[in-house]
């Protein structure tokens, strides 16, 4: 009987010490980046993004100075597309609907509009947890923060009508407080190489604003545009770590 509880504490141990062992790991991961919330809404030129899907690179990595809990760190670029016509048609309505006096632009109007992609570089540090569950599994978990450097697509608006002539251009960056949180897995390929699949949320404010330049023909004001909202996407991104 002895014998038995005794092989049983020594297989609990084992397992036990086979749960927490770790290696320290850098990576590298490419994968989709999924706006959420009033990032991906249009409709509100001060608090939507008007963003869709678009890419992600991430490059991460832990040291794990105790057995499962490490410190993590990555910096990551992240790229959305914008829904140019929304953006267009909610400009020109905002133009006709805020000026101080009455524009109306025609539907035939000459409008010529550029818009770019939502530009995102993060740079976290935070805990990391991870278990390793067999001798090729791990599970990984993490909560990181620190600075992004947010740059919204440049836009160039031009309307001529009627000898009128209207023009905004914006073209800016903004710094923020960011933060992630999320896990995945690794899938060791060999001694050190693994497979690396995870899923990532993120979050910064974006703050800027819009303004607009009146040329030949228009005495009215346009008022800026202040926009505020937070960037919330969710990053699916697949890899290769490299355990050390």
Do not use: C
Request: aromatic share 14%; glycine share 10%; charged share 15%.
């Amino acid at each position: 009987m002895r014998k038995a509880i005794g092989i049983i504490i020594l297989l609990m141990a084992t397992a036990s010490v086979q749960l927490t062992a770790q290696q320290n790991f850098a990576s590298i991961s490419f994968g989709a980046s999924m706006p959420l919330n009033d990032y991906a809404a249009t409709g509100d030129l001060t608090s939507n993004g008007y963003a869709r899907t678009g890419g992600a690179i991430k490059f991460d990595g832990a040291y794990f100075p105790i057995s499962y809990l490490g410190i993590g760190a990555s910096f990551g670029f992240g790229s959305n597309y914008s829904m140019r016509d929304s953006l267009l048609k909610d400009m020109v309505a905002y133009i006709e609907d805020n000026s101080s006096g009455e524009i109306d632009i025609p539907d035939d109007a000459e409008v010529l509009y550029g818009s770019g992609f939502w530009n995102y570089f993060n740079m976290f540090i935070g805990p990391h947890f991870s278990i390793r569950a067999s001798q090729k599994l791990y599970f990984d978990f993490s909560g990181l923060a620190g600075l992004s450097i947010i740059r919204p697509p440049n836009q160039e608006l031009t309307i001529t009508y009627d000898g009128n002539h209207i023009y905004n251009r914006s073209d800016y960056t903004n710094v923020a407080f960011g933060w992630t949180a999320g896990g995945g897995i690794r899938f060791m390929l060999n001694s050190n190489l693994a497979l690396k699949l995870s899923g990532d949320f993120v979050q910064a404010k974006s703050k800027n604003t819009i303004t607009f330049e009146l040329f030949e023909g228009i005495v009215s004001d346009i008022p800026p545009i202040d926009s505020e909202f937070f960037i919330q996407t969710v990053e699916i991104t697949a890899g290769l770590a490299y355990s050390f």
